[in-house]
């Protein structure tokens, strides 16, 4: 990854989606050049000088203090996330030769955390790495990612991009996509570093226009939280709230579920889906509903 062209459209992005009204400043003059907010309006709110505003989005964010960062944040109007993305920025930027390695990763799911998604009967659960692989799941988490473990190599991001067949399963295509490169941003400020995460960047890039577009725009999203809608082979369209826990002993792995409302046809669609599996497995001793 290249640090400095992350910094720099990173903060020039932030700045030109802001308007002088949005910032509580006077937009003097009727003909800006400039989209959003001019640097010397930024370093107005941020409390530092132009020269040094102008050096931080030029990409350099050698020395630059917390307190600058926090500043900066609040003129831009970040979120949470950005944030935190911020921050990332400055610490690779900081970052000795030897802090600059790759961080080790879990590669594999334990066998406790394999068991604990199989005690998981009633709601879907499946585990990923910072890759966006997935590297196991509950009989009915493999069940409703039916398609995306149909591949070889489960992988949500090649999914959504690569396979026509993510347009029709994921309802909201547009959306998913957009909070899956949001999501892989914050990875790569992260680890701007792991040769792994680059590659699959590069991949994307070079086979979807939609993800250039997307990459292209610097949005930085957590992906903690939401409603997931799909069309499903078996049930039809279906919606469901997912939930997505970082697993603290294996670092880069996060476990998601997903739970229907009460009382909707979502909720029947997953009992459903449930029936069918625990069908597709009897039929078939020793083997999942997905493998059947």
């Known amino acids: 990854m290249d640090t400095r062209s992350d910094v720099r459209e990173f903060l020039s992005t932030r700045r030109a989606r802001i308007t002088p009204d949005q910032a509580g400043l006077p937009a003097f003059g009727g003909n800006r050049r400039v989209p959003g907010l001019r640097r010397e309006e930024v370093s107005l709110l941020a409390g530092v000088s132009v020269d040094y505003y102008t050096r931080l989005e030029r990409g350099d ?3 630059v203090s917390d307190s600058v960062l926090d500043s900066l944040a609040r003129a831009l109007q970040l979120d949470d996330a950005e944030t935190a993305h911020l921050f990332d920025l400055a610490r690779t930027a900081n970052a000795s030769p030897v802090a600059r390695k790759p961080r080790k990763k879990a590669e594999t799911i334990r066998p406790s955390i394999q068991r604990l998604l199989d005690a998981m009967t009633g709601a879907p659960a499946l585990v990923s790495n910072n890759y966006f692989d997935y590297l196991g799941a509950n009989e009915l988490g493999r069940a409703l990612y039916a398609p995306l473990w149909a591949e070889a190599e489960p992988n949500s991001a090649r999914f959504a991009f690569l396979n026509p067949a993510a347009q029709d399963f994921y309802v909201d295509w547009e959306r998913n996509t ?3 490169v949001a999501a892989l941003r914050g990875e790569a400020g992260r680890n701007p570093y792991d040769r792994k995460l680059s590659d699959l960047v590069g991949e994307l890039s070079t086979r979807s226009e939609r993800f250039r577009t997307l990459w292209a725009a610097h949005n930085v999203r957590y992906h903690r939280s ?3 809608r799909l069309n499903h ?4 369209e279906i919606e469901l709230v997912y939930e997505a826990f970082e697993l603290p002993a ?3 792995l996060r476990m998601a579920t997903y739970t229907a409302e009460p009382s909707t046809p979502s909720e029947d669609k997953l009992k459903m ?3 069918w599996v625990a069908t597709e497995s009897a039929d078939v001793p020793g083997k999942t509903a997905t493998e059947a």
Not at 233 to 236: A, F, H, N, T
Request: overall charge negative; aromatic content about 0%.
């Open 233 to 236: 082979p078996i049930v039809g």
């Open 250 to 252: 294996d670092p880069g």
């Open 61 to 63: 964010l050698s020395g």
């Open 178 to 180: 957009q909070d899956l």
């Open 226 to 228: 939401g409603v997931k």
């Open 273 to 275: 889906l449930a029936s």
